[in-house]
């Protein structure tokens, strides 16, 4: 019986191609857009877990400052930098005493080292980000570049914090190393710094000790960036050019295997507390989970919107159905008269109705497939010319899985199904000697 039913519903479609066609285009456009948007939500949130994987769940994240990113920056950094230029074009080093005379600013007792000594910290790493003045003799001018301070071991103990991390030539930092400076592929060239060569950091020299390989990996979110635009020195020479010893643009600990990392952010905390220091402290797993939340709501939010489209498409498929009810009264009637139940008429016609929906359904998974496609390859290229987020590149891509597919085929036979319904009703309901005097 469902078959007959649905071979007669296709020869009746078949018969109005047209006024089928447009119906199932609009359920097309509302399912596509549905697939489309869930589908490169899906990927994001994906490649948003891939991030913090990289880092590791069992790590702790620490910003300066009461909100997760926000760094020190007021008013005066823009007026600082201008008077740092115009006194390094006049030729008098700012920001640095040297450490034979003078004031020098040491380095004091950082709570890193705190941290580091508590058991239930298996490794722990600071970097300092800073706006400097930077100049060397391959290189015309004064560049404006951001230096990064980075404590000893960092690169090793969170290498999903650097992304593609090689040294090309040279070596890295070692014990006593103050002046010593690590390039980036892309920023040695514009420098014009080979290995050994001198690079001058607010008027202080700093000797190129290593270069790194050139990757197409980047970082995004709390990964690094860019390594081929990394200027990276050991944290202590920071202290020695900027002073404010314990500030810090981030941190990483990481807790001992089985250790509650909730606990060890808190205990985090605490330790910067004693030190005067105001910190964020949350754990990436927590960081993840924020981030996907907030994505989720988008994606919902967007979903919805996108789903009044698929809502427009199953009243095209109401209002089709009712005209094909009134074409074929007296075919109905026909029926009745030979013999033909109530419930038989309509399941003929929620079968058509759901055929046009699943036939619509079926199409907008291909189309938004290709639109989710499209819309990674766009992305991708658009961030891939952003070097710092290239690694978003490697990882995001739609998630068209199985759940959304065979969801989007029943969402839409039964979105057909239900528009189909009243139009099914009054077809059934109608007598057949009614039915057969219409003309």
């Known amino acids: 019986m469902i078959l007959d039913h649905v071979l007669l519903s296709l020869h009746n479609l078949c018969t109005r191609p047209a006024r089928a066609g447009l119906t199932v285009l609009g359920v097309v456009v509302g399912v596509a857009a549905v697939v489309a948007l869930v589908s490169i939500g899906q990927g994001m949130q994906r490649s948003v877990h891939e991030q913090f994987r990289a880092i590791g769940y069992n790590t702790v994240v620490v910003t300066p400052g009461g909100a997760l990113g926000g760094g020190e920056f007021d008013g005066q950094t823009i007026g600082a930098l201008a008077e740092r230029f115009g006194q390094l074009s006049e030729g008098r080093g700012v920001g640095w005493t040297p450490l034979g005379g003078g ?25 300092r980000t800073e706006t400097s003045f930077v100049r060397s003799a391959g290189m015309a001018g004064l560049g404006v570049l951001y230096v990064s301070g980075v404590s000893g071991g960092i690169f090793g103990d969170f290498p999903g914090y650097f992304p593609g991390f090689a040294i090309a030539e040279g070596r890295g930092f070692e ?45 995004v979110g709390i990964s690094f960036g860019n390594l081929n635009l990394g200027l990276f020195v050991p944290i202590e020479a920071m202290a020695y050019l900027y002073g404010s010893p314990d500030r810090i643009t981030l941190g990483l600990v990481e807790a001992q295997p089985g250790e509650d990392v909730e606990r060890v952010a808190q205990t985090v ?122 690694s978003v590149v490697e990882t995001f891509f739609p998630r068209l899985e199985a759940w959304l597919i065979l969801g989007a085929l029943a969402a839409s036979f039964v979105l057909g199904s239900l528009a189909g319904a009243l139009p099914a009703l009054r077809a059934a309901r109608l007598r057949p000697v009614e039915a057969l005097r219409h003309v």
């Open 103 to 127: 004031t020098t600013r040491r380095p004091t007792a950082s709570p890193l080292e705190q941290i580091r000594s508590l058991p239930e910290v298996a490794r722990a790493g600071v970097i």
């Open 175 to 219: 014990p006593g190393d103050v002046f010593a400076l690590l390039l980036g592929a892309d920023v040695a060239a514009d420098l014009g710094a080979p290995l050994g060569s001198t690079v001058w950091i607010e008027d202080q020299e700093f000797t190129v000790v290593g270069l790194l390989d050139r990757t197409t990996a980047g970082g």
């Open 269 to 390: 905390r605490t330790v910067f507390a004693h030190s005067g220091i105001p910190v964020t402290a949350v754990s990436t797993k927590e960081l993840s989970a924020r981030i996907t939340a907030a994505m989720g709501d988008m994606q919902t939010t967007l979903t919805a919107i996108a789903a009044v489209a698929l809502l427009v498409g199953g009243i095209g498929v109401m209002n089709t159905m009712y005209t094909s009810v009134l074409e074929r009264t007296r075919h109905i009637g026909i029926m009745k008269a030979v013999g033909a139940k109530d419930r038989q008429v309509l399941g003929l016609f929620l079968v058509e109705s759901g055929l046009l929906g699943l036939l619509g359904g079926a199409v907008g998974v291909a189309v938004g497939a290709l639109m989710s496609g499209v819309t990674a390859q766009a992305v991708g290229t658009t961030l891939g010319s952003a070097g710092d987020l290239s």
